[in-house]
């Protein structure tokens, strides 16, 4: 069912194929490490692709609908009409350039601030689930984790900002620190909404909970997660320090906040870190609002019956329906955290920046309250339902009755990729 | 609050519910003042001083509680089909007491007893008549109860509380309203009190005491009606001491001026001597009675006898013992009294001093001989208050309390009454006759007057007394606040010798205080019986006397005092009105800036006079005398005669048989010679001035001094009371200084001696051995505090290594 | 072996950061040492199959504390990477006495047999969270029965790996589903940790609000100097 | 699979409290004391979460070391109030020039 599923599978795959070749006992140390290794690499190599490919698409991105938004027409050159080869082209000018460390500045800490917001960042991919099942580390406590790594790339950027013997970016750390740790109680608790709704911390096991059509969506569960949506969206945006609230690199006050001091390849991570974090924390809110990598509409299910049983005779376990929905399903949820990446772009063109007291005010007068008031009112909402119309919920089945019968039809689906496993 | 128990109804037809609704208003009446005083306190402490406000206050307690009170009465009569003011032949309890027995029978009580009598033993052949009593109690709440005896605030209403509280209330309230303009000079912030006397030659200056003198006034009225109204003796003596509190603040109301605070002292220590006998009288009766009450009670289907009940019983009789000895107690349904099986009983002489003793509170208060001298020197208090306490109403309480106790006095008591009010009222006319201050000669006339009550009461006449009392209160309070008129008239000049022809400037007061000068002096018209009201009180006094004297002729002078000084009375009333309304005025001074007084302190003159003249219209066969008679709880139908030490027979007077009766004409007479020799006498010394009275002063210079000494009862006393007591105090002062002082200073040297030795040991060997303990602590932390660097890393450092040391000394100590 | 892989890492990195706190004397290194280190940590409370504390670890004290700590030194920084220097004799001292009792507590660890100690604790389930995986292992029945012995066993292992969110939440409700109930004695239920949760979240509220009374803006020392030198 | 062992698990708390309590006992700087504290309770905890593995002492462990993250997090918040304090005063971080109580 749930647990570290795909590098278990994949992990079990190569060991066995190994062991199938080489003769050598599926038990072994040795062989197990090996297997272990490999299926870490790769997992680990796919999710650097995503890391590393998706920053490159809203770099882009950012810049034609920056440009489309100020009546102009951004990037047009490189890769063709649409300058789609831009952020590459930039990239490698990037790398090329002199790795700089000001004279002022604490060598070590400042060469490793970078790579620590980075570590963080990509960290989050880790129990992040791009499709049902496809999950690097399928912890119990995954939503739980992803918080706990998101909120480690701040320390980086404090680092960043206070080796950099710099004031501009001391400046831009100290409002970055406080920032995101005032920022980062909201958001925890609007995300403890859905969280408290499906009464697990697994994605796993929230993401099935919203099967079925998109009225089954936690946004749509009852009011207060309507709402507890945009508010979490808000922290979000903050907590990624994106416009409005990207005090900790205000151009037009600090230079370039946190990393005035930086050049070329250091510099370019921390863009790396911060376009990532938009996609993790917009994927966040797409599995715990949005209905995950369901596409709310069915298609995945009639996808998934019609290559149920293909090709589970040529590897064991192996089940082309499953994987193609679950193929789809990956394809559903990028598009989801695109769709909201693309409305952080768009509000960061749109919006004027907040200064600092007025950041600070947003989050401490009026998210944290809405967010507590939200959490007691959602809590209170399915007992109040019961207290008046004897059920949990408006219309549908209930959500535990709908987790047993998701439970049901999953397991005959891991099953079936088990099987094809073999 | 009325959880009184109607103890009986006079006849059929009277609803129960009668006295509580008597109880209701009278209690308005009552406790009215009361809230009228905590008003005034309030306004006094916390209220801007100069308006009337506290004045109002009091006349509307006042005069509220005087409509309750004539309400009460007119309730009170309707209820009783008025039956007190029909002839004496067809009333029920004066004709005939037996009937009375009878036709109360059929009351309430009497199917009580009925439903008693079927319980009841066989040989209780004849269910007892039930009690027939002309009174309603009961109790407002009970204080405490010590196994028998009973503390408690009650009620007791007759005919006599009803005509007091309407005669108290209606006087004070008039005087109240006089009072408004008597005392408007004190509505000031700076008062100039011109009898006093400062060291630098000045007047004494304070703030205006307008509201407290309203506030001790409605003190002293809810005092005043709660003697009235009181139903213990107890309860009695309670508000007995509160009027005496009244009245000391009252006389002493200008402190500041010696004469007065000396007067409010003498007054409050000389009524405590009387009050010393009350006390007695009280405690004889508690031990001897084992109660308080006046009036039976009932509590479920047992009544209690009250006081006069267990003396009297149901026949208005002292039942004696054949030996004279001792006095056998009954209880409510008229047999003896018992108590586990022995018939109770007092000794005929306690009953004698019980009765003398309470008899010796009324003394005091009512300023009898020997304690009079109090009373005249009582007129140092505000004129209003001369007129209501020191005339009507409180000097009274004394003869009232004499009247209500009337049922527990012997015929020994009731001769010493006697005696005592004759002395009295002879002495006081006497000394009347050369006082010139003319508060000072209606002060004397009050003492003479009371005295006639008291002698009345003493010769049986306790109807007679009692009318005195009513058309007295009436006539002096005229008679003081028309002086007081004058004295507000004339600038505070009381001295009636710069006074004289006033009736030109002031005819109000002139007239009005005639009608009072011929209602105390007793004017008739010759040949009718138709006089103003002191005549006919008088009148029924004198023929009381004259009855008393005739059956016991060894007591002559006990109608010869009285006769001989309604003459006196007389004289020296109309002295006083000739020399200050008649002839010429003798200090042009005085008589320039004399004025009549505003309406506000006339009108109560003009209503007062009118009562003076007619509220004993009819005489002993008015309204007045029958209503108060109608309560009288020993009926004298027939002769009485003394069975104790002093064999005397007091006389009848009720009905047209009676011993008085026969001798009313011809006490009248005299009384009416008496009184027109009186007054032809002053109106030949100070109108025509045919006999010069410096003449006659001088010829009789030594009874003129020892009249103006007041027969030396001061300079007495001094010799008597105050002389021994300083020296007895010198000889003390003596002792102390010489004895005494001496044995507590070396006292207190061997103290001192004891405790420098003390010290020196306390400072060689305690301090030392402290002293020690304490260096040697203070070496030893000085030792150690290097180790207290303060450094925190240090601290840690230590742990580090203690927790070393501690580890490494557990491995090496403890095997594997 | 893995296992053994990774806990040798990230012991060496756990120390190594730890010694690296100590012998640092620049405070902003030192922080950055601490990440280290507490991140080690974290990652061996995950090779010890304790996922929620790890995270807890993660968020508390490497997003929290330390940051925390960071923003204490930007405050209290009198000049640009202070560092406030230790004499190299206490240096000396306090390596030396670390180093005794290091070699106390590892000598402490090294004489005591845990297996009997922990005989000797009050008897438990042999695996602490069998509770919960029976439950579940009921519900993969289905998969379990189609996959061979080796994935049955495997799944057994993986459903004791780290799931102790559920645990740790009920006994912070009072309930201990993972103790004999026989435990509880006449209650019938083992003692959970309901009454040091709800104290232990009045403690951080009254921390809350004392810190923030605590470190509220007052005036400084050097003003009231400078007031009285004007 | 190999298991490391509780042993190994000690040894690691055991340095890391070493290293915070000489942490504490050398640096001069307030924070710095603060960091070696957190060493310490990151040994204590390592050692609960340890013997919540390898002994019977099961969940517990995982509670108790739960709570002293939680208490560790009061504690530090405590503790800059207090250096923030500390620095208002002396003008300094340097916690011995804290030393009024010198006897």
């Given at each position: 069912m749930h647990g570290l599923f795909a590098a278990l599978t994949l992990e079990d795959f190569i060991a066995r194929t190994i062991s199938s070749l080489t003769k050598i006992p599926a038990d072994s140390d040795t062989l197990l490490l090996i297997a272990f290794l490999a299926a870490a690499f790769t997992h680990a190599g796919l999710l650097l692709g995503l890391f590393g490919g998706l920053p490159v698409f809203y770099i882009w991105l950012e810049r034609k609908v920056a440009g489309r938004i100020q009546d102009r027409l951004g990037p047009t050159r490189v890769g063709g009409s649409f300058g789609w080869l831009q952020t590459i082209a930039d990239g490698i000018k990037l790398i090329q350039k002199e790795d700089l460390v000001p004279k002022e500045a604490d060598a070590l800490v400042f060469r490793m601030a970078p790579y620590l917001a980075t570590i963080a960042s990509f960290a989050a991919f880790m129990v992040l689930p791009i499709s049902d099942g496809w999950i690097a580390v399928a912890a119990e406590c995954g939503a739980f984790l992803i918080l706990a790594l998101m909120s480690l790339e701040v320390l980086g950027i404090i680092l960043a900002g206070y080796s950099s013997g710099s004031k501009w970016a001391l400046f831009g750390a100290m409002r970055e620190a406080a920032q995101m740790v005032s920022y980062e109680i909201p958001m925890a608790i609007c995300a403890l909404i859905p969280l408290m709704i499906a009464g697990s911390l697994n994605f796993q096991v929230i993401g099935r909970m919203q099967s079925g059509g998109f009225w089954n969506w936690f946004i749509l569960h009852d009011p207060f997660t309507f709402l507890a949506f945009f508010c979490y969206f808000t922290t979000a945006t903050a907590s990624v320090k994106r416009a409005p609230f990207d005090l900790a690199e205000a151009e037009s006050e600090l230079v370039a906040g946190f990393h005035t001091e930086y050049s070329g390849f250091r510099w370019s991570i921390f863009f790396l870190a911060e376009y990532s974090s938009m996609f993790a924390v917009s994927a966040v809110a797409a599995i715990l609002f949005l209905g995950g990598w369901h596409d709310g509409l069915g298609i995945d299910s009639v996808i998934d019956s019609l290559f149920r049983g293909t090709g589970t005779g040529i590897i064991e376990g192996f089940s082309l329906g499953s994987y193609v929905a679950n193929l789809f399903g990956a394809v559903v949820l990028i598009t989801k955290a695109c769709l909201l990446v693309f409305v952080q772009i768009w509000v960061r063109w749109t919006l004027p920046r907040l200064r600092i007291d007025q950041v600070m005010t947003t989050c401490l007068k009026y998210l944290v309250p809405i967010s507590c008031f939200l959490f007691l009112a959602a809590v209170l909402w399915p007992l109040t339902l019961v207290t008046m119309f004897s059920r949990p919920v408006i219309a549908g089945p209930a959500l535990g009755e709908r987790a047993l019968s998701q439970q049901t039809t999953t397991s005959i689906d891991a099953s079936e990729r088990l099987g094809a496993a073999r | 609050m009325a959880n009184g128990s109607l103890t009986h109804t006079f006849s059929d037809g009277i609803m129960p519910e009668t006295g509580d609704i008597l109880m209701f208003l009278l209690t308005v009446a009552w406790l009215l003042p009361l809230a009228g005083f905590v008003v005034e306190v309030y306004w006094l402490c916390f209220s801007h001083r100069l308006n009337k406000g506290a004045a109002y206050v009091a006349v509307a307690c006042i005069g509220i509680g005087f409509l309750c009170s004539l309400t009460a009465l007119l309730y009170w009569g309707n209820a009783t089909k008025w039956a007190a003011l029909s002839e004496p032949e067809h009333h029920a309890h004066s004709a005939s007491h037996d009937a009375g027995h009878a036709e109360a029978g059929h009351g309430e009580a009497g199917h009580e007893h009925e439903a008693h009598a079927v319980d009841a033993d066989e040989h209780s052949h004849s269910p007892p008549p039930a009690p027939a009593k002309k009174y309603f109690s009961g109790t407002y709440y009970e204080l405490a109860r010590f196994s028998g005896l009973r503390v408690s605030l009650d009620w007791y209403i007759d005919s006599l509380t009803l005509v007091m509280f309407t005669m108290v209330t209606f006087i004070a309230t008039c005087i109240h309203i006089f009072a408004i303009g008597y005392m408007h000079d004190e509505l000031t912030e700076e008062y100039e009190d011109h009898e006093v006397h400062l060291h630098n030659g000045g007047h004494f200056s304070r703030p205006g005491r307008f509201h407290r003198f309203f506030a001790y006034l409605s003190l002293f009225s809810f005092s005043m009606l709660g003697?009235?109204?009181?139903?213990?003796?107890?309860?009695?003596?309670?508000?007995?001491?509160?009027?005496?509190?009244?009245?000391?603040?009252?006389?002493?109301?200008?402190?500041?001026?010696?004469?007065?605070?000396?007067?409010?002292?003498?007054?409050?220590?000389?009524?405590?001597?009387?009050?010393?006998?009350?006390?007695?009288?009280?405690?004889?009766?508690?031990?001897?009675?084992?109660?308080?009450?006046?009036?039976?009670?009932?509590?479920?289907?047992?009544?209690?006898?009250?006081?006069?009940?267990?003396?009297?019983?149901?026949?208005?009789?002292?039942?004696?013992?054949?030996?004279?000895?001792?006095?056998?107690?009954?209880?409510?349904?008229?047999?003896?009294?018992?108590?586990?099986?022995?018939?109770?009983?007092?000794s005929y002489m306690l009953l004698v001093a019980a009765g003398l003793g309470v008899f010796a509170g009324s003394i005091g208060k009512s300023a009898q001989f020997p304690l009079q001298t109090w009373l005249p020197d009582a007129m140092e208090g505000p004129t209003p208050v001369s007129a209501l306490v020191h005339s009507a109403t409180m000097v009274a309480a004394g003869v009232y309390l004499a009247a209500r106790f009337y049922p527990v006095f012997t015929p020994e008591v009731l001769l010493g009454i006697a005696y005592i009010g004759c002395i009295t009222l002879f002495i006081a006319a006497t000394i009347a006759l050369v006082v010139t201050d003319i508060k000072r000669v209606l002060a004397y006339s009050t003492i003479s007057q009371l005295g006639y009550m008291m002698l009345a009461i003493g010769v049986a006449g306790w109807g007679a007394a009692l009318f005195h009392?009513?058309?007295?209160?009436?006539?002096?309070?005229?008679?003081?606040?028309?002086?007081?008129?004058?004295?507000?008239?004339?600038?505070?000049?009381?001295?009636?010798?710069?006074?004289?022809?006033?009736?030109?400037?002031?005819?109000?007061?002139?007239?009005?205080?005639?009608?009072?000068?011929?209602?105390?002096?007793?004017?008739?018209?010759?040949?009718?019986?138709?006089?103003?009201?002191?005549?006919?009180?008088?009148?029924?006094?004198?023929?009381?006397a004259l009855a008393y004297s005739e059956l016991n002729p060894g007591h002559i002078l006990l109608f010869i005092a009285p006769l001989v000084t309604a003459g006196i009375t007389s004289f020296y009333m109309f002295r006083l009105w000739f020399l200050t309304f008649a002839g010429t005025p003798r200090d042009a001074h005085v008589y320039e800036h004399c004025h009549e007084n505003p309406s506000v302190m006339t009108t109560p003159l003009l209503v007062l006079a009118v009562l003076a003249a007619g509220c004993a219209w009819g005489g002993e066969g008015g309204p007045l005398y029958r209503l108060i008679a109608d309560s009288e709880l020993v009926p004298a139908t027939a002769r009485v005669a003394s069975t104790g030490a002093a064999k005397v027979i007091l006389p009848s007077h009720q009905g047209h048989e009676s011993d008085v009766h026969h001798v009313h004409s011809t006490a009248g007479m005299l009384a009416l010679i008496s009184a027109i020799i009186g007054m032809t006498l002053a109106y030949l010394l100070y109108v025509k001035k045919t006999i010069d009275p410096n003449q006659i002063r001088q010829q009789f210079s030594g009874v003129y001094d020892f009249l103006v000494d007041k027969w030396r009862f001061d300079s007495l006393y001094d010799a008597m009371f105050v002389a021994p007591v300083h020296i007895v105090s010198a000889w003390c002062v003596s002792f102390d200084k010489g004895v005494l002082d001496p044995i507590l200073h070396s006292a207190a040297s061997l103290t001192v001696l004891t405790s420098k030795w003390d010290r020196a040991f306390d400072e060689t060997f305690v301090d030392g051995l402290v002293n020690l303990v304490g260096t040697v602590t203070y070496n030893v932390g000085n030792s150690l505090k290097v180790i207290q660097t303060g450094r925190l890393r240090q601290y840690v450092m230590w742990i580090a290594v203690g927790v070393i040391v501690l580890f490494g000394a557990l491995f090496t100590t403890i095997p594997k | 072996m893995i296992e053994q892989l990774l806990f040798y890492t990230f012991a060496i990195l756990t120390c190594g950061g730890a010694v690296a706190v100590v012998a640092t004397q620049n405070v902003v290194r030192m922080a950055f040492w601490l990440v280290v280190s507490l991140g080690s940590v974290a990652a061996l409370f995950f090779l010890l199959h304790a996922d929620f504390l790890g995270a807890a670890q993660l968020l508390i004290y490497v997003g929290g504390t330390v940051v925390l700590l960071v923003f204490g030194v930007m405050l209290t920084a009198s000049g640009p990477y202070t560092t406030i220097k230790t004499a190299p004799a206490e240096g000396i001292i306090g390596a030396a006495v670390g180093l005794m009792l290091l070699m106390v507590l590892v000598s402490s660890i090294g004489s005591v047999d845990w297996g009997a100690i922990s005989g000797r604790l009050p008897s438990s389930p042999q695996s602490p969270f069998t509770a919960d995986s029976i439950r579940e292992a009921h519900a993969d029945e289905a998969i379990v029965n189609s996959g061979s012995t080796k994935v049955k066993t495997d799944l057994a292992a993986i459903q004791q790996q780290g799931r102790t969110v559920r645990q740790l939440g009920l006994s912070f409700l009072g309930l201990r589903p993972d103790r004999n109930l026989k435990e509880g004695g006449a209650n019938g239920l083992a003692p959970g940790y309901f009454l040091p949760f709800e104290i232990v979240s009045v403690h951080l509220l009254v921390v809350l609000i004392g810190a923030a009374y605590l470190a509220r803006a007052k005036r400084r020392a050097v003003s009231e100097d400078r007031v009285s030198l004007d | 699979m190999g298991d490391v062992g509780l042993n190994a698990y000690l040894m690691v708390g055991a340095v890391l409290f070493v290293c915070g309590v000489v942490c504490m006992a050398t640096k001069r700087n307030g924070i710095g004391v603060l960091m070696g504290v957190e060493l310490v309770l990151n040994g204590a905890n390592v050692n609960f979460v340890a013997f919540s593995r390898y002994t019977s002492l099961g969940l517990d462990g995982q509670t108790i070391a739960l709570f002293v993250i939680v208490l560790a997090a009061a504690e530090a918040a405590v503790a800059l109030a207090i250096a923030l304090n500390f620095y208002n005063n002396h003008l300094t971080i340097d916690v011995d020039r804290g030393n009024e109580l010198q006897g």
């Amino acid at each position: 069912m749930h647990g570290l599923f795909a590098a278990l599978t994949l992990e079990d795959f190569i060991a066995r194929t190994i062991s199938s070749l080489t003769k050598i006992p599926a038990d072994s140390d040795t062989l197990l490490l090996i297997a272990f290794l490999a299926a870490a690499f790769t997992h680990a190599g796919l999710l650097l692709g995503l890391f590393g490919g998706l920053p490159v698409f809203y770099i882009w991105l950012e810049r034609k609908v920056a440009g489309r938004i100020q009546d102009r027409l951004g990037p047009t050159r490189v890769g063709g009409s649409f300058g789609w080869l831009q952020t590459i082209a930039d990239g490698i000018k990037l790398i090329q350039k002199e790795d700089l460390v000001p004279k002022e500045a604490d060598a070590l800490v400042f060469r490793m601030a970078p790579y620590l917001a980075t570590i963080a960042s990509f960290a989050a991919f880790m129990v992040l689930p791009i499709s049902d099942g496809w999950i690097a580390v399928a912890a119990e406590c995954g939503a739980f984790l992803i918080l706990a790594l998101m909120s480690l790339e701040v320390l980086g950027i404090i680092l960043a900002g206070y080796s950099s013997g710099s004031k501009w970016a001391l400046f831009g750390a100290m409002r970055e620190a406080a920032q995101m740790v005032s920022y980062e109680i909201p958001m925890a608790i609007c995300a403890l909404i859905p969280l408290m709704i499906a009464g697990s911390l697994n994605f796993q096991v929230i993401g099935r909970m919203q099967s079925g059509g998109f009225w089954n969506w936690f946004i749509l569960h009852d009011p207060f997660t309507f709402l507890a949506f945009f508010c979490y969206f808000t922290t979000a945006t903050a907590s990624v320090k994106r416009a409005p609230f990207d005090l900790a690199e205000a151009e037009s006050e600090l230079v370039a906040g946190f990393h005035t001091e930086y050049s070329g390849f250091r510099w370019s991570i921390f863009f790396l870190a911060e376009y990532s974090s938009m996609f993790a924390v917009s994927a966040v809110a797409a599995i715990l609002f949005l209905g995950g990598w369901h596409d709310g509409l069915g298609i995945d299910s009639v996808i998934d019956s019609l290559f149920r049983g293909t090709g589970t005779g040529i590897i064991e376990g192996f089940s082309l329906g499953s994987y193609v929905a679950n193929l789809f399903g990956a394809v559903v949820l990028i598009t989801k955290a695109c769709l909201l990446v693309f409305v952080q772009i768009w509000v960061r063109w749109t919006l004027p920046r907040l200064r600092i007291d007025q950041v600070m005010t947003t989050c401490l007068k009026y998210l944290v309250p809405i967010s507590c008031f939200l959490f007691l009112a959602a809590v209170l909402w399915p007992l109040t339902l019961v207290t008046m119309f004897s059920r949990p919920v408006i219309a549908g089945p209930a959500l535990g009755e709908r987790a047993l019968s998701q439970q049901t039809t999953t397991s005959i689906d891991a099953s079936e990729r088990l099987g094809a496993a073999r | 609050m009325a959880n009184g128990s109607l103890t009986h109804t006079f006849s059929d037809g009277i609803m129960p519910e009668t006295g509580d609704i008597l109880m209701f208003l009278l209690t308005v009446a009552w406790l009215l003042p009361l809230a009228g005083f905590v008003v005034e306190v309030y306004w006094l402490c916390f209220s801007h001083r100069l308006n009337k406000g506290a004045a109002y206050v009091a006349v509307a307690c006042i005069g509220i509680g005087f409509l309750c009170s004539l309400t009460a009465l007119l309730y009170w009569g309707n209820a009783t089909k008025w039956a007190a003011l029909s002839e004496p032949e067809h009333h029920a309890h004066s004709a005939s007491h037996d009937a009375g027995h009878a036709e109360a029978g059929h009351g309430e009580a009497g199917h009580e007893h009925e439903a008693h009598a079927v319980d009841a033993d066989e040989h209780s052949h004849s269910p007892p008549p039930a009690p027939a009593k002309k009174y309603f109690s009961g109790t407002y709440y009970e204080l405490a109860r010590f196994s028998g005896l009973r503390v408690s605030l009650d009620w007791y209403i007759d005919s006599l509380t009803l005509v007091m509280f309407t005669m108290v209330t209606f006087i004070a309230t008039c005087i109240h309203i006089f009072a408004i303009g008597y005392m408007h000079d004190e509505l000031t912030e700076e008062y100039e009190d011109h009898e006093v006397h400062l060291h630098n030659g000045g007047h004494f200056s304070r703030p205006g005491r307008f509201h407290r003198f309203f506030a001790y006034l409605s003190l002293f009225s809810f005092s005043m009606l709660g003697i009235v109204l009181s139903g213990n003796i107890f309860q009695v003596f309670i508000f007995w001491e509160l009027v005496g509190l009244s009245s000391y603040l009252l006389i002493g109301f200008y402190i500041e001026r010696k004469s007065a605070s000396t007067a409010a002292n003498k007054a409050f220590i000389m009524n405590r001597v009387g009050d010393f006998g009350f006390l007695i009288g009280m405690m004889i009766l508690w031990t001897s009675f084992g109660t308080f009450q006046f009036g039976d009670r009932t509590e479920g289907d047992h009544t209690q006898a009250g006081l006069f009940t267990m003396v009297r019983g149901q026949d208005g009789k002292l039942d004696v013992s054949e030996d004279g000895k001792e006095v056998y107690l009954q209880d409510a349904y008229g047999h003896r009294a018992e108590r586990n099986g022995k018939p109770l009983s007092i000794s005929y002489m306690l009953l004698v001093a019980a009765g003398l003793g309470v008899f010796a509170g009324s003394i005091g208060k009512s300023a009898q001989f020997p304690l009079q001298t109090w009373l005249p020197d009582a007129m140092e208090g505000p004129t209003p208050v001369s007129a209501l306490v020191h005339s009507a109403t409180m000097v009274a309480a004394g003869v009232y309390l004499a009247a209500r106790f009337y049922p527990v006095f012997t015929p020994e008591v009731l001769l010493g009454i006697a005696y005592i009010g004759c002395i009295t009222l002879f002495i006081a006319a006497t000394i009347a006759l050369v006082v010139t201050d003319i508060k000072r000669v209606l002060a004397y006339s009050t003492i003479s007057q009371l005295g006639y009550m008291m002698l009345a009461i003493g010769v049986a006449g306790w109807g007679a007394a009692l009318f005195h009392l009513v058309t007295h209160a009436f006539f002096k309070s005229l008679m003081f606040l028309c002086s007081g008129s004058v004295i507000a008239g004339c600038h505070h000049v009381q001295d009636m010798s710069r006074m004289g022809g006033l009736r030109h400037k002031m005819k109000i007061t002139a007239y009005t205080m005639l009608v009072g000068v011929i209602a105390i002096a007793g004017l008739a018209i010759p040949g009718t019986s138709i006089g103003l009201s002191g005549f006919y009180s008088k009148d029924a006094i004198v023929a009381s006397a004259l009855a008393y004297s005739e059956l016991n002729p060894g007591h002559i002078l006990l109608f010869i005092a009285p006769l001989v000084t309604a003459g006196i009375t007389s004289f020296y009333m109309f002295r006083l009105w000739f020399l200050t309304f008649a002839g010429t005025p003798r200090d042009a001074h005085v008589y320039e800036h004399c004025h009549e007084n505003p309406s506000v302190m006339t009108t109560p003159l003009l209503v007062l006079a009118v009562l003076a003249a007619g509220c004993a219209w009819g005489g002993e066969g008015g309204p007045l005398y029958r209503l108060i008679a109608d309560s009288e709880l020993v009926p004298a139908t027939a002769r009485v005669a003394s069975t104790g030490a002093a064999k005397v027979i007091l006389p009848s007077h009720q009905g047209h048989e009676s011993d008085v009766h026969h001798v009313h004409s011809t006490a009248g007479m005299l009384a009416l010679i008496s009184a027109i020799i009186g007054m032809t006498l002053a109106y030949l010394l100070y109108v025509k001035k045919t006999i010069d009275p410096n003449q006659i002063r001088q010829q009789f210079s030594g009874v003129y001094d020892f009249l103006v000494d007041k027969w030396r009862f001061d300079s007495l006393y001094d010799a008597m009371f105050v002389a021994p007591v300083h020296i007895v105090s010198a000889w003390c002062v003596s002792f102390d200084k010489g004895v005494l002082d001496p044995i507590l200073h070396s006292a207190a040297s061997l103290t001192v001696l004891t405790s420098k030795w003390d010290r020196a040991f306390d400072e060689t060997f305690v301090d030392g051995l402290v002293n020690l303990v304490g260096t040697v602590t203070y070496n030893v932390g000085n030792s150690l505090k290097v180790i207290q660097t303060g450094r925190l890393r240090q601290y840690v450092m230590w742990i580090a290594v203690g927790v070393i040391v501690l580890f490494g000394a557990l491995f090496t100590t403890i095997p594997k | 072996m893995i296992e053994q892989l990774l806990f040798y890492t990230f012991a060496i990195l756990t120390c190594g950061g730890a010694v690296a706190v100590v012998a640092t004397q620049n405070v902003v290194r030192m922080a950055f040492w601490l990440v280290v280190s507490l991140g080690s940590v974290a990652a061996l409370f995950f090779l010890l199959h304790a996922d929620f504390l790890g995270a807890a670890q993660l968020l508390i004290y490497v997003g929290g504390t330390v940051v925390l700590l960071v923003f204490g030194v930007m405050l209290t920084a009198s000049g640009p990477y202070t560092t406030i220097k230790t004499a190299p004799a206490e240096g000396i001292i306090g390596a030396a006495v670390g180093l005794m009792l290091l070699m106390v507590l590892v000598s402490s660890i090294g004489s005591v047999d845990w297996g009997a100690i922990s005989g000797r604790l009050p008897s438990s389930p042999q695996s602490p969270f069998t509770a919960d995986s029976i439950r579940e292992a009921h519900a993969d029945e289905a998969i379990v029965n189609s996959g061979s012995t080796k994935v049955k066993t495997d799944l057994a292992a993986i459903q004791q790996q780290g799931r102790t969110v559920r645990q740790l939440g009920l006994s912070f409700l009072g309930l201990r589903p993972d103790r004999n109930l026989k435990e509880g004695g006449a209650n019938g239920l083992a003692p959970g940790y309901f009454l040091p949760f709800e104290i232990v979240s009045v403690h951080l509220l009254v921390v809350l609000i004392g810190a923030a009374y605590l470190a509220r803006a007052k005036r400084r020392a050097v003003s009231e100097d400078r007031v009285s030198l004007d | 699979m190999g298991d490391v062992g509780l042993n190994a698990y000690l040894m690691v708390g055991a340095v890391l409290f070493v290293c915070g309590v000489v942490c504490m006992a050398t640096k001069r700087n307030g924070i710095g004391v603060l960091m070696g504290v957190e060493l310490v309770l990151n040994g204590a905890n390592v050692n609960f979460v340890a013997f919540s593995r390898y002994t019977s002492l099961g969940l517990d462990g995982q509670t108790i070391a739960l709570f002293v993250i939680v208490l560790a997090a009061a504690e530090a918040a405590v503790a800059l109030a207090i250096a923030l304090n500390f620095y208002n005063n002396h003008l300094t971080i340097d916690v011995d020039r804290g030393n009024e109580l010198q006897g």
